[in-house]
């Protein structure tokens, strides 16, 4: 297993890290989650790869509080960090990543702390803001952009777990939505509310209708026939906002979503919402 050892030089440490990679796309193309989030991984992985190749750091001198791998991957991160300037978010998604990749090698995760992420307060609407939204997206034109809208504002899903639903992930009769797993949470089974369903019904079949022949098994599609992207999601939802005067982003949808449901319940901390539920409840607590 790779990092278990430390070598004389880097190479033979590079070539393990080549081979553990290979057997980890391996395993990763069997697993259920979203293709767009199996790329991003990969790419994660690699980038790693290509800076411990070209790193000119010899990490066979370690101190004894050190181990090889935390050392790699904290060089990694501090190159994603200081030189290509990257977000907090974009840093402890790669510390995410490399620690799924080391638990599927079998050694330990990181010993390193993630990064402090700024904006993390939620930016809940006011119930009048979230009203007129759901006027706007009931009163919306285009059928798939009504259904978009009104399943990420009624069920708190994610752009990035919205593009990532199939037509197979929506159970008509019982108005179920299942969501695949992310590098945020597992699997889960959300519902949808009358309007939500009856829209997401009507997109279904002006679907059928317009794109039978298509293999493409995405829920929402954009104008290529091809899945819908985050970018997408996020202008439907400031389109049919503009319209009703206001601004607002799929996240903010997302957060008004979980707080609602957060102060329904009590703001206890046992709530049935297990996504997020630390900063939304750090959210309750700080507004008083």
Same mark, same amino acid.
């Given at each position: 297993?790779?990092?278990?050892?430390?070598?004389?030089?880097?190479? !033979?440490?590079?070539?393990?890290?080549?081979?553990?990679?290979?057997?980890?796309?391996?395993?990763?193309?069997?697993? !259920?989650?979203?293709?767009?989030?199996?790329?991003?991984?990969?790419?994660?992985?690699?980038?790693?790869?290509?800076?411990?190749?070209?790193?000119?750091?010899?990490?066979?001198?370690?101190?004894?509080?050190?181990?090889?791998?935390?050392?790699?991957?904290?060089?990694?991160?501090?190159?994603?960090?200081?030189?290509?300037?990257?977000?907090?978010?974009?840093?402890?998604?790669?510390?995410?990543?490399?620690?799924?990749?080391?638990?599927?090698?079998?050694?330990?995760?990181?010993?390193?702390?993630?990064?402090?992420?700024?904006?993390?307060?939620?930016?809940?609407?006011?119930?009048?803001?979230?009203?007129?939204?759901?006027?706007?997206?009931?009163?919306?034109?285009?059928?798939?952009?009504?259904?978009?809208?009104?399943?990420?504002?009624?069920?708190?899903?994610?752009?990035?777990?919205?593009?990532?639903?199939?037509?197979?992930?929506?159970?008509?009769?019982?108005?179920?939505?299942?969501?695949?797993?992310?590098?945020?949470?597992?699997?889960?089974?959300?519902?949808?509310?009358?309007?939500?369903?009856?829209?997401?019904?009507?997109?279904?079949?002006?679907?059928?209708?317009?794109?039978?022949?298509?293999?493409?098994?995405?829920?929402?599609?954009? !104008?290529?026939?091809?899945?819908?992207?985050?970018?997408?999601?996020?202008?439907?939802?400031?389109?049919?906002?503009?319209?009703?005067?206001?601004?607002?982003?799929?996240?903010?949808?997302?957060?008004?979503?979980?707080?609602?449901?957060?102060?329904?319940?009590?703001?206890?901390?046992?709530?049935?919402?297990?996504?997020?539920?630390?900063?939304?409840?750090?959210?309750?607590?700080?507004?008083?």
């Amino acid at each position: 297993m790779i990092f278990k050892e430390q070598t004389s030089s880097n190479q !033979p440490f590079i070539v393990r890290l080549h081979e553990d990679y290979a057997r980890y796309c391996e395993w990763l193309r069997t697993q !259920p989650s979203p293709v767009h989030l199996k790329r991003a991984q990969r790419y994660r992985l690699t980038q790693l790869i290509s800076f411990a190749e070209r790193s000119f750091r010899n990490y066979k001198n370690l101190s004894a509080s050190e181990t090889l791998k935390d050392r790699v991957a904290g060089d990694y991160l501090d190159y994603l960090q200081y030189f290509l300037k990257a977000r907090p978010s974009t840093v402890n998604k790669a510390l995410n990543t490399i620690n799924q990749f080391y638990e599927f090698v079998g050694i330990e995760p990181l010993r390193l702390d993630r990064e402090d992420l700024p904006s993390l307060q939620p930016q809940a609407l006011s119930l009048s803001q979230l009203d007129s939204f759901l006027s706007g997206a009931k009163s919306c034109d285009s059928i798939k952009h009504k259904a978009v809208a009104l399943a990420v504002a009624t069920t708190g899903i994610r752009a990035s777990e919205c593009i990532a639903l199939n037509i197979d992930d929506y159970n008509t009769d019982a108005g179920l939505l299942t969501i695949k797993p992310s590098e945020f949470e597992g699997s889960r089974v959300v519902a949808v509310d009358e309007k939500t369903k009856v829209a997401l019904i009507e997109w279904l079949e002006l679907r059928k209708q317009k794109f039978n022949r298509l293999n493409e098994r995405a829920l929402f599609l954009n !104008p290529q026939r091809r899945r819908m992207s985050s970018a997408g999601v996020n202008l439907v939802i400031r389109k049919i906002a503009q319209e009703v005067g206001l601004t607002i982003t799929a996240q903010q949808l997302r957060d008004t979503f979980l707080l609602n449901a957060m102060q329904e319940d009590g703001g206890k901390p046992d709530s049935k919402l297990r996504f997020e539920s630390v900063r939304v409840r750090a959210a309750l607590t700080n507004s008083g």
